[in-house]
Structure formats: structure tokens, C-alpha cells
């Protein structure tokens, strides 16, 4: 059975989203992502107005994509806790798999002009969507009155995202390492 070609609006995205994450934002243009979508100019336009909406729908792919797997990789471990340990786990077999190129939502932040605040309002939207999976799983067992909850969730969340940074500075797992040994000592 033959497989169908993705369509337009899809190649964009995936293109984009490849030479967004590899190349930056900054240093990619509408002709490379035509080029590499193999669409034309003209097509493309009829999806997206402007290079910072194909960075939005880059985003909020990515958005779900990484939720999900962080999501499933966790969901294996018995409690609340394990997830959040497991949550290192998960960064450190995502970030080997992508030579430690970093997280696309902070690397994409870091690279963005003043006035682009669409992509600016999808990052925050990830950032704090992952602050609350961490909060509600702090929540969830009723281990922690609600004010330590929240405090805890924000020092493993700043453990997690340092973890990722810090491994794309260094190319290496150890930060990773290091965020898990810090939050398995937060948790005990």
C-alpha cells in the first residue's frame, strides 16, 4: 500500500521544525523552508502569513509531542514521586537522541526579536504546562500541604530546565545525573 505524500501545511511544519531546532530561528529564512518542504511560495503563504506563525505551529506540535512522550515515559513508574524522578530519566534519553541540542521552546526563546511575542506567549504556554505536571503530581498524593507543593514545584522544575541547558552547554548526560540526584534528595 502506498503511503501518502504529508500534506502542505504538514512539510512546512516539518521543515520548519527541523531547521528551527537544528539551524535557529533566526538563521533560517521562508526560502529555506520552502525549499526544504518542496512547496511553493505561494502555497506556503496560503497556510501561514509570516515566519513567526510557522514558528507557532512548530511550537504547539512540539508542545504535544514532547508532553506526550514525557507523559508515557513516566507513566510507568507506581508513584507520584518515581514520575518526577523519571522525568530525568526522560530528558536524559531525549537529549542523547538529539545530541544534546537542547530544549527548542528555550533555544527558540534565546534566538527571537523583541517583537515577537506569538512565539514568546507559545513558549510560556509549554513552560507552563510542564510546571503543572510537576505541581500535580507534587499535589496529587497529598504528601505536601499545598505552599510546600508549590515551592518544591518550582525548584524541580528550575532542576529540570537548568538540566536540559546545561547539558546542551556541556554536550553531556551529567547535569542530567546531577538534576535527578538533587531532586531524588528534594523528595526524600
Known amino acids: 500500500m502506498k503511503m501518502k505524500k504529508p500534506g502542505v501545511k504538514d512539510r512546512i511544519i516539518e521543515a ?7 539551524k535557529g530561528y533566526n538563521q533560517t529564512g521562508i526560502n529555506q523552508i520552502i525549499e526544504v518542504a ?20 512548530y511550537l504547539q506540535r512540539r508542545h504535544i509531542t ?25 530528558l536524559e534519553h531525549w537529549l542523547e537522541q538529539v545530541d544534546f541540542r537542547g530544549c527548542g521552546f528555550q ?14 506567549d507559545q513558549v510560556l504556554l509549554h513552560k507552563n504546562d510542564v510546571k503543572a505536571l510537576v505541581y500535580n503530581l507534587l499535589k496529587e498524593d497529598n504528601l505536601y500541604h499545598i505552599d510546600k507543593a508549590e515551592a518544591l514545584g518550582n525548584e524541580l522544575l ?16 551529567w ?14
Open 175 to 188: 547535569p542530567i545525573i546531577a538534576g535527578k540526584n538533587a531532586a531524588k534528595q528534594l523528595l526524600a
Open 107 to 120: 533555544n527558540i526563546v534565546c534566538d527571537l526579536p523583541e517583537d515577537q511575542q506569538k512565539i514568546k
Open 66 to 90: 514532547w508532553m506526550g512522550e514525557l507523559t508515557t515515559f513516566v507513566s510507568t513508574q507506581k508513584t507520584n514521586k518515581e514520575k518526577l524522578i523519571a522525568a530525568f530519566d526522560y
Open 158 to 173: 528550575v532542576l529540570l530546565e537548568g538540566s536540559i541547558i546545561l547539558s546542551q552547554i556541556q554536550k553531556n548526560k
Open 38 to 57: 518542496q512547496v511553493a511560495k505561494a502555497s506556503m503563504y496560503q497556510h501561514f502569513r509570516s515566519k513567526e506563525d510557522i514558528a507557532v505551529a
Open 16 to 22: 520548519a521544525s527541523e531547521l528551527f531546532y537544528f
